[in-house]
């Protein structure tokens, strides 16, 4: 199992702080102090890492521009780290790529909450080879590679999460907070509304021309896939 996680960040009292903390709960601890070191680091060390803990503004490269890199061919889970507390900025974080985002200040409770989400998502992962398929969308749980007719569809962890929780339950319905407890789990401190923008990503990355979305919205209740989809095991 992995258990490393990797902290960006250039205020050292803050990076000694989490590395002490996230150590005691007997996590694997690197640190980089700015954007190029991140990156080396996380070239050395990805096979090894949980997550990373990701300061927006870095010397060398931003936040931002790591997150981007990562992104290119790595959908290893990111927390965005920042005092920028603006709703455009949360936007643009997960826009880019981040699972999820927290606010300097910040109790470490709070933290170690978010973690443990991404954690136990990574324990719950499918082992076995699983095919699921809607219509033109395809998604492999053995390859975590997500097809819209045969072209690759890159999504985040949550994005990939939330697209196969839907293919799994066909013609179900599930409100906001049916999918803020299976998706991002109990222990996830954010806004309900986090689910409304996530939909959004994913019907934007699978739409297909002249197709109504994939995931429907049932009106006053929540989201539902559009309709059956056939499911392969081997």
């Known amino acids: 199992m992995k258990n490393t996680i990797l902290i960006v960040e250039d205020e050292e009292s803050l990076s000694g702080y989490l590395t002490k903390e996230l150590q005691f709960e007997d996590f694997n601890v690197l640190v980089a102090s700015d954007g190029l070191a991140a990156m080396e680091t996380y070239q050395e060390h990805q096979n090894e890492l949980l997550l990373i803990l990701l300061d927006w503004m870095l010397p060398k490269l931003d936040g931002m521009e790591v997150l981007r890199r990562i992104r290119k061919h790595d959908q290893l889970p990111v927390i965005i780290m920042t005092a920028r507390d603006y709703i455009g900025d949360k936007v643009a974080g997960l826009d880019n790529g981040a699972d999820d985002y927290i606010t300097k200040p910040f109790e470490i409770e709070e933290l170690l909450a978010r973690i443990r989400v991404i954690q136990r998502r990574a324990d719950n992962q499918i082992d076995v080879n699983q095919v699921y ?27 990939y999460d939330l697209l196969q929780f839907f293919l799994a339950h066909p013609d179900e319905v599930f409100t906001r907070d049916d999918l803020l407890d299976q998706v991002w789990g109990a222990d996830f401190l954010g806004q309900q509304n986090v689910v409304d923008v996530y939909v959004g990503y994913l019907r934007s990355k699978l739409a297909t021309p002249d197709a109504a979305p994939l995931i429907k919205t049932v009106r006053g209740v929540g989201y539902k896939l559009r309709e059956p989809m056939s499911n392969v095991q081997e």
């Open 133 to 159: 398929q809607a219509d033109d969308v395809q998604l492999d749980t053995k390859a975590h590679r997500v097809t819209n007719a045969d072209e690759e569809v890159i999504l985040t962890h949550r994005e």
